[in-house]
């Protein structure tokens, strides 16, 4: 089908004209108009209606698994695509457990297809399809921005299938040449905060002086409450030495705990923060210690030994300068067991360990 693009087409404009929303409601784009005036909006239903038979698929079966190769795309694809790559592109913050979460659904995404393209050339049938064009489309900034040489090697077979699709003529005219990248992407929080609209400040009203009588003033201030006497309580906590801080005595060091923890919480743990911290820690002023809950018998239902986990870290808070903790609960309800690693300043534990 020949297409013909329409001139000067503002969006954020055009598409809320009141000629563009009479035939299109939703203003959404792309949408398309046939000279006959038929009116269709949606990327998939588009390409379906200008697509022919072979893109279709050329049998009543093959024409169900394309649409099943779309659905899959729009439904599998996509979501974790994008929760993993817009971020790095500074479109949206970065959430290390939204990321984590879609880096694994990814995976389940690629082990589907390269299982499926273990024996195919194409996803349906043996020219390229509508399932091709849909799902090379949805994969597209995954293997541009974040699918490095390590993350993608096990999936040889849809790699082979994808560096098919993209040196088609078709493809190339509308893709041009697809750099396939090299270093896993990551999140700049610099190029997120030149993405934001700029909020303008309102001008600020001026305020208005009133005069005011420095004798009513010295009327108001009330006189101070006199002190209540300390009761025995009171006096025998007071009497009592103040804690001493633990790490008073040790001498500066040179790694730098809230910056690790930056690169922990908001950017990817193997290939940034990890490094990081092997890179900065400091041998001499800081220890790592390998933790596990003694009583594993007592644990029974997860959300409960959560809860004990959380419990701790908030006892714990004052620690958090000092300190640094990644504790898991492994196992199902009524065989689990708790354990962890702990980072403190100095060799030595603050606190004595309980009986």
């Given at each position: 089908?020949?297409?013909?693009?329409?001139?000067?087409?503002?969006?954020?404009?055009?598409?809320?004209?009141?000629?563009?929303?009479?035939?299109f409601p939703l203003g959404k784009v792309p949408a398309?108009?046939?000279?006959?005036?038929?009116?269709?909006?949606?990327?998939?239903?588009?390409?379906?209606?200008?697509?022919?038979?072979?893109?279709?698929?050329?049998?009543?079966?093959?024409?169900?698994?394309?649409?099943?190769?779309?659905?899959?795309?729009?439904?599998?694809?996509i979501p974790p695509a994008s929760a993993w790559v817009?971020?790095?592109?500074?479109?949206?913050?970065?959430?290390?457990?939204?990321?984590?979460?879609?880096?694994?659904?990814?995976?389940?995404?690629?082990?589907?297809?390269?299982?499926?393209?273990?024996?195919?050339?194409?996803?349906?049938?043996?020219?390229?399809?509508?399932?091709?064009?849909?799902?090379?489309?949805?994969?597209?900034?995954?293997?541009?921005?974040?699918?490095?040489?390590?993350?993608?090697?096990?999936?040889?077979?849809?790699?082979?299938?994808?560096?098919?699709?993209?040196?088609?003529?078709?493809?190339?005219?509308?893709?041009?040449?697809?750099?396939?990248?090299?270093?896993?992407?990551?999140?700049?929080?610099?190029?997120?905060?030149?993405?934001?609209?700029?909020?303008?400040?309102a001008p600020k009203e001026p305020k208005e002086h009133?005069?005011?009588?420095?004798?009513?003033?010295?009327?108001?201030?009330?006189?101070?409450?006199?002190?209540?006497?300390?009761?025995?309580?009171?006096?025998?906590?007071?009497?009592?030495?103040?804690?001493?801080?633990?790490?008073?005595?040790?001498?500066?060091?040179?790694?730098?705990?809230?910056?690790?923890?930056?690169?922990?919480?908001?950017?990817?743990?193997?290939?940034?923060?990890?490094?990081?911290?092997?890179?900065?820690?400091?041998?001499?002023?800081?220890?790592?210690?390998?933790?596990?809950?003694?009583?594993?018998?007592?644990?029974?239902?997860?959300?409960?030994?959560?809860?004990?986990?959380?419990?701790?870290?908030?006892?714990?808070?004052?620690?958090?300068?000092?300190?640094?903790?990644?504790?898991?609960?492994?196992?199902?309800?009524?065989?689990?067991?708790?354990?962890?690693?702990?980072?403190?300043?100095?060799?030595?534990?603050?606190?004595?360990?309980?009986?």
């Amino acid at each position: 089908a020949r297409l013909r693009l329409p001139p000067a087409f503002n969006f954020g404009q055009s598409n809320r004209s009141a000629g563009f929303l009479q035939r299109f409601p939703l203003g959404k784009v792309p949408a398309f108009e046939g000279d006959d005036g038929f009116c269709i909006f949606e990327s998939n239903a588009i390409a379906h209606y200008v697509a022919n038979d072979a893109l279709r698929g050329a049998t009543r079966e093959e024409a169900a698994l394309v649409l099943q190769w779309v659905n899959f795309a729009d439904s599998d694809v996509i979501p974790p695509a994008s929760a993993w790559v817009f971020p790095t592109l500074g479109i949206m913050q970065y959430n290390k457990q939204a990321t984590e979460h879609a880096k694994d659904e990814v995976k389940k995404v690629l082990g589907v297809l390269n299982e499926h393209l273990l024996t195919r050339t194409f996803l349906v049938g043996e020219r390229v399809t509508l399932a091709d064009v849909t799902l090379v489309c949805s994969l597209l900034w995954l293997y541009k921005q974040v699918l490095d040489p390590s993350f993608r090697q096990p999936y040889s077979n849809m790699n082979r299938w994808f560096v098919t699709c993209i040196n088609q003529p078709q493809f190339k005219a509308i893709l041009g040449d697809v750099k396939i990248c090299d270093k896993m992407a990551q999140f700049d929080a610099k190029k997120f905060a030149e993405m934001q609209p700029k909020k303008e400040k309102a001008p600020k009203e001026p305020k208005e002086h009133k005069p005011q009588d420095k004798k009513e003033k010295k009327e108001d201030k009330k006189k101070p409450a006199p002190e209540e006497e300390p009761d025995a309580t009171e006096e025998v906590l007071s009497s009592e030495p103040k804690a001493k801080d633990p790490f008073a005595h040790l001498p500066k060091s040179s790694f730098i705990l809230d910056e690790f923890k930056r690169k922990y919480s908001n950017e990817d743990t193997l290939s940034v923060a990890l490094p990081h911290f092997w890179e900065q820690f400091d041998r001499e002023g800081w220890s790592i210690w390998y933790s596990e809950y003694k009583y594993p018998a007592e644990l029974t239902l997860t959300f409960m030994s959560c809860n004990l986990i959380s419990g701790m870290f908030q006892r714990l808070d004052k620690l958090r300068k000092n300190a640094f903790a990644s504790v898991i609960l492994f196992g199902a309800n009524n065989e689990s067991g708790i354990s962890g690693v702990w980072v403190f300043r100095g060799h030595e534990l603050v606190f004595p360990m309980s009986a």
